[in-house]
């Protein structure tokens, strides 16, 4: 008989096991073995170069994919409850925001009066007020990351997966959206921030895993990756703890 998985810390909202993934044709796995622990009231920061699994594992705990080997614990009551903020934009580009949540709400199967709360609540969270009756394709692409956010938060959700959520933004927005996370993370939300923005991870996550080649090479606070393994000299940076568990290469 196969060995049951060990049972996941009590304080694991997302708890992940010995994650395995392939896509077909591809000789080496997109995921090999990945182990992963979100709390609640916790930022963690995953980590890795382009193509290193990042966005694979956020699939899998999104329940878009399911892992060939592994296992997935997620405690909470209603699997809406983990929302997903995809690098793409979501939304549909030729209606307006306050149209884009009103479809995205009436999905959930909440009644009319519930669906405007969280309308407006995500409105006032991500400041879309001024840009409510504004066609998506018509907005900057800080406010089209807003709402991109904002869809995702009408789930009212104990779990948010962000899957680079500032790329192709201005400073001012970029700031804007790392706020927002805070907050939310401040409010009891386990977040997982994948980015290949190193700023980013060490401005805002408790914890950081750092994955390559489908699999994750280190992990801890920033503290605990700066210091390096006993008997090593400490890394100046992330960025040089980054290139030296990556093999210092650099890949598209």
């Known amino acids: 008989m196969p060995t049951p998985p060990a049972p996941p810390a009590a304080s694991c909202v997302v708890a992940a096991r010995d994650l395995v993934f392939s896509y077909p044709a591809q000789a080496e796995a997109a995921l090999r073995g990945v182990d992963l622990c979100l709390e609640r009231g916790q930022a963690v920061g995953l980590l890795g170069p382009n193509g290193s699994g990042k966005s694979t594992l956020i699939s899998l705990l999104a329940g878009l994919r399911k892992p060939h080997r592994g296992h997935i614990e997620i405690a909470v009551e209603d699997r809406r409850q983990v929302a997903w903020v995809p690098q793409d934009y979501a939304f549909y580009p030729d209606l307006d925001c306050l149209d884009n949540l009103r479809f995205f709400a009436a999905m959930l199967g909440v009644g009319a009066a ?68 805070r907050e939310l993370v401040a409010g009891g939300m386990a977040v997982l921030y994948a980015t290949h923005y190193m700023e980013e991870v060490s401005a805002l996550c408790s914890d950081i895993v750092l994955m390559d080649h489908g699999r994750v090479l280190t992990e801890g606070d920033l503290a605990a990756l700066l210091r390096g393994p006993p008997g090593t000299p400490p890394h100046a ?11 210092h290469s650099l890949r598209d």
Do not use: Y
Request: charged content about 25%; glycine content about 6%.
């Open 114 to 181: 519930e669906a405007r709360r969280r309308i407006d609540e995500a409105i006032a969270t991500c400041m879309l007020g001024e840009f409510a009756d504004r066609r998506a394709s018509h907005c900057s692409g800080g406010v089209r990351r807003r709402l991109n956010l904002a869809i995702a938060l009408l789930q009212r959700p104990q779990v948010l997966l962000l899957d680079e959520p500032t790329v192709g933004v201005d400073p001012q927005s970029r700031a804007f959206l790392l706020d927002r996370v």
């Open 237 to 247: 940076n992330l960025e040089a703890a980054f290139l030296h568990h990556t093999g």
